[in-house]
């Protein structure tokens, strides 16, 4: 097996600048696009900070990001693990991203930023807003992980059995509910994600797919949720039914003390994929 590459081979890369910053002791490949004034109002001008959902990369997001950088300043990286940057053989957990996401702020020199994300990347957003209130001062989040009951047996299940050879088959069980079957995309989306896992494959991405699984599993957003007291907008997909997704957004809904809720009728859980120019639109209703 060669060294993984920095930089998309394969697969399309962004059309957006691409840079690196060392964060961590890892290299953060990053995007950094859009207008750096901010605009009238305060908070609405703070930088639009987009998390990727598990094994994400940048290009998911690239039509999403076009819909809002007309008007925003908007950061996304490739959390390491995945996407093009570093892929370190060690322990995954969402503690670990926490830190990488506001090291990476400070590396940026970014006081406050608006995060977004969907998946984990949705679950990242409400522990970070949990955790640092003054630093985001609002929080967007799609269908996030960990929107369930805490099962602790289950992610050391998950941490012991993971590895290469349960890796394909779980991304093919999990893929299924990725994209709604009829959304015209659905094959062309999948091939290259599955061509994108190929090309980055390491024993560290393998590491990173299972750590953060099992850590998301055994961990619950309904114990902080309460507690989590800025302005929230939380979406999702009325087809995104797995791992008892329906139930689990409207308990938080439930939780959360200030939140807007809107659903998507016909779109399943990668809604920056399916139904990109209706996400930014419904964000930027709520900025």
Do not use: K
């Amino acid at each position: 097996m060669g060294t993984p590459p920095t930089r998309p081979r394969s697969v399309p890369a962004s059309p957006y600048p691409q840079q690196d910053v060392q964060v961590l002791g890892n290299r953060i490949r990053f995007v950094d696009i859009g207008p750096t004034t901010p605009r009238p109002g305060g908070e609405a001008g703070d930088p639009l900070l987009v998390v990727p959902g598990h094994t994400a990369r940048i290009e998911g997001f690239d039509t999403f990001l076009a819909d809002l950088i007309p008007s925003h300043r908007v950061l996304v990286l490739d959390l390491p693990g995945s996407g093009y940057s570093d892929r370190p053989d060690r322990m995954y957990t969402l503690d670990f991203y926490e830190e990488t996401i506001l090291s990476f702020l400070d590396a940026l020199d970014v006081s406050t930023a608006t995060p977004v994300g969907g998946s984990l990347g949705g679950n990242l957003v409400l522990r970070l807003g949990h955790r640092a209130r003054e630093r985001f001062p609002r929080l967007v989040v799609w269908a996030p992980g960990s929107a369930w009951r805490a099962r602790p047996w289950l992610g050391r299940l998950t941490r012991t059995l993971g590895g290469r050879l349960t890796f394909w088959p779980s991304v093919l069980v999990q893929s299924r509910f990725w994209y709604s079957p009829d959304y015209p995309g659905r094959r062309a989306a999948l091939d290259e994600t599955f061509a994108y896992y190929r090309e980055v494959m390491c024993p560290g991405f393998v590491r990173m797919y299972w750590g953060i699984a099992a850590d998301q599993v055994a961990t619950s957003l309904f114990d902080i949720a309460p507690a989590i007291t800025q302005p929230v907008l939380l979406m999702w997909g009325d087809l995104d039914n797995g791992a008892g997704m329906r139930e689990g957004v409207a308990h938080l809904r439930d939780l959360l003390p200030d939140c807007e809720f809107h659903v998507f009728e016909g779109a399943r859980h990668s809604l920056e994929t399916e139904i990109p120019t209706d996400l930014a639109r419904v964000i930027e209703d709520f900025l």
